[in-house]
């Protein structure tokens, strides 16, 4: 099974910036590429996508709440893993959220749907203060 585990989040005033990574390992040797995903979830609400990228042609796709401000990258130098990035600037207190990485193997589409996704991180708190 896929493990996945992010860092990088913390506390900024709103208008600043955070970069999370996420590396997600032991992709299945049948599977080339993965498809990788932020999500976030507040309390008392639903967790929503945030952001997705296929390693395989880095095909990215955007919720429209991030778009502009938020930006999904990776790193494939090294191919045993697949590691993403999420630079988040221009922070809003809306984006207060704990943050997850999902990842899949294969390409799943660019739906933000979390149903999409089998292997999960622990994930991370972002905080953004106004």
């Known amino acids: 099974r896929v493990q996945v585990e992010e860092t990088g989040g913390g506390s900024v005033q709103a208008g600043g910036s955070l970069r999370l990574s996420c590396v997600a390992s032991g992709r299945p040797f049948t599977y080339s590429t993965m498809s990788l995903a932020w999500f976030r979830q507040a309390p008392g609400k639903e967790r929503e996508g945030v952001a997705s990228?296929?390693?395989?042609?880095?095909?990215?796709?955007?919720?429209d709440s991030v778009k502009g401000r938020f930006t999904i990258s990776q790193d494939n130098t090294d191919n045993t893993v697949n590691t993403v990035y999420l630079q988040m600037d221009s922070l809003k207190p809306e984006d207060t959220a704990m943050y997850y990485c999902?990842?899949?193997?294969?390409?799943?589409?660019?739906?933000?749907?979390?149903?999409?996704?089998?292997?999960w991180g622990q994930g991370t708190q972002v905080t953004v203060s106004s």
């Open positions: 999902a990842a899949e193997p294969g390409y799943v589409g660019g739906a933000l749907r979390t149903s999409l996704y089998r292997s």
């Open positions: 990228i296929y390693s395989g042609d880095g095909k990215t796709s955007y919720a």
